[in-house]
């Protein structure tokens, strides 16, 4: 990378636009660090839920948790907001906080790379060089679609499209259609397309736990409720608290097998078919995989034109498509249901250390950081959404607003000390993460049987918070200066 002398440093410098970046900026401002900048590569912010606008796409936790506690919303039209709302209650948060004067638009990180002569970071986008003190990667992990290594995929001669990248042009009335996957997108836009299409074939490698899904359309009187003073938030301590005693049987999985019994029952009611219920019948405990929640997946299948394929998908010739048992189908269009890179985040490609090392290169055996936040080799950097913070019972603004509480801490204890220069101790890393990996194997993820994101191609679990979002919020209160290597500055920062 090329050095300006007349290039700005910023003091912090966040990758993404989305929920966490979002809420980072705004923390950033009541501290009095406004000398940020937020590059978002693409033309809009949202994040996640700018990305996925396929049909029926919503949030699997309740809307009243789902929002930052500081701005919280009354007036959510459902228990489980869908995705234009979701983005319009981001965007309306970010516009209010005068956020959006922060972002660079279409400005996707090519390298970032430590400077340790100078104490920054050096971020180089298609058309500029950005300086730093700091990099927060804010960048997720639910918006780079996998794109499956089929035999014959490449060469599809109808259409083909990831549901995070749905094409909206194209009609699929009267079409043949093969879904590759069932996650959490493909049960809830199943049941949007089944209707409209000739034929609707779901290629399923693994059966999911689906429990019914709490939802309703809120009337009037319930959002005037939550108009009144502190009903809103005590309804939102009343459901975090629900949900993290549910999150007790993660690290008991004994507890999650007797709610599988729900899920069973909630399969029997709605599939008749000894044969298909079969098909759809998981044999691990539930958990393992990500738990999911609908009312009318269950019900589109039993529908006459769909089909369920429970070998998985072995190989596309033309426009067959060809199941590992040796089922075949023909088909006018593929939609990938199949996810993203979880264990393997494409930012990591992008951020190097002063020797010129990849963060990709530094996780080769696995991904790991210091309480999912901080790495050692990369100072001054943060990274939301990190190693080991997956929860699989509550909802991820938890976790982001425990990170960006510690972020900050970080930040001001920098301006307050004048350091230049923060960065992890290794053998504290090592012990955290040792501490994790030991605490994680009794956990449903470990132990359930099944194969998930939260373990990467190695068999590591890269993913899992092994503990309760309480003990997640201690540890990640307020920064431990003495866990750091710490260098005073030269010269004022922040």
């Known amino acids: ?29 009541e501290a009095g660090i406004t000398n940020v900048v937020i590059l978002e590569k693409a033309a809009d912010l949202g994040g996640t839920w700018r990305d996925n606008t396929y049909p ?61 002569e100078r104490n920054l970071w050096e971020v180089q986008t298609a058309d500029t060089l950005y300086l730093a003190r700091t990099v927060v990667a804010c960048s997720g992990y639910l918006h780079e679609p996998v794109i499956p290594d089929i035999p014959g995929l490449d060469s599809f001669t109808g259409k083909l499209f990831h549901s995070s990248r749905w094409d909206h042009q194209h009609d699929l009335t009267g079409e043949r259609v093969a879904v590759i996957g069932t996650g959490a997108s493909a049960i809830q836009f199943v049941p949007e ?23 309703h359309s809120i009337p009037k009187v319930e959002e005037n409720f939550f108009r009144l003073p502190f009903t809103l938030n005590a309804w939102r301590k009343m459901l975090y608290g629900g949900f993290e ?49 609908s009312n009318n997946y269950y019900p589109a299948l039993n529908q006459p034109n769909v089909d369920v394929f429970h070998t998985g998908l072995k190989e596309v010739r ?25 264990t ?32 050692a080799g990369l100072p001054n950097a943060f990274m939301v959404l990190g190693p080991n913070l997956g929860i ?21 204890t920098m301006r307050e000390k004048q350091l230049a220069r923060i960065e992890v101790k290794e053998d504290v890393q090592q012990r955290y993460n040792l501490k994790v990996q030991k605490d994680l194997q009794g956990t449903v993820w470990n132990t359930g049987g099944c194969s998930s994101y939260y373990l990467d191609k190695n068999g590591f679990n890269s993913v899992g918070f092994p503990w309760s979002t309480l003990e997640m919020q201690r540890l990640l209160n307020h920064f431990d200066a003495d866990s750091y290597h710490q260098q005073p500055a030269t010269e004022q920062v922040f």
């Open 1 to 29: 990378m090329t050095q300006h002398a007349n290039t700005p440093v910023h003091d912090v410098l966040i990758v993404g636009a989305g929920i966490s970046g979002i809420g980072l900026a705004i923390k950033l401002q």
């Open 56 to 116: 029926g796409c919503a949030c699997d936790v309740p809307s009243a948790l789902y929002s930052y506690s500081f701005a919280q919303k009354p007036d959510w039209t459902r228990a489980f907001a869908g995705q234009a709302e979701i983005l319009d209650y981001v965007r309306d948060t970010a516009q209010r906080y005068g956020v959006p004067s922060y972002i660079r638009f279409n400005q996707g990180v090519e390298r970032a790379q430590w400077r340790e």
């Open 193 to 215: 397309i089944q209707p409209k299409v000739q034929q609707l074939t779901l290629f399923q490698r693994t059966p999911q736990w689906v429990l019914p899904k709490p939802d």
């Open 245 to 293: 005693t549910f999150g007790i049987g993660f690290r008991r999985p004994a507890m999650l097998r007797q709610i599988q019994k729900l899920g069973l029952a909630h399969l029997k009611v709605a599939i008749k078919d000894p044969e298909l219920r079969a098909k759809l019948t998981p044999d691990y405990t539930l958990g393992c995989k990500r738990v999911l929640l």
């Open 318 to 342: 033309g426009n067959t498509l060809v199941g590992h048992d040796g089922s075949e189908c023909e088909v006018d269009t593929i939609i990938l249901g199949t996810g993203f890179f979880v």
């Open 344 to 375: 393997e985040p494409p930012i990591a490609d992008h951020i190097f250390n002063d020797a010129g090392d990849s963060l990709s290169d530094m996780w080769r055996d696995g991904m790991q950081a210091y309480r999912g936040t901080t790495i």
């Open 392 to 412: 699989g019972h509550n909802s991820a603004f938890i976790v982001i607003e425990a990170q960006i509480r510690y972020i900050v801490s970080s930040l001001t």
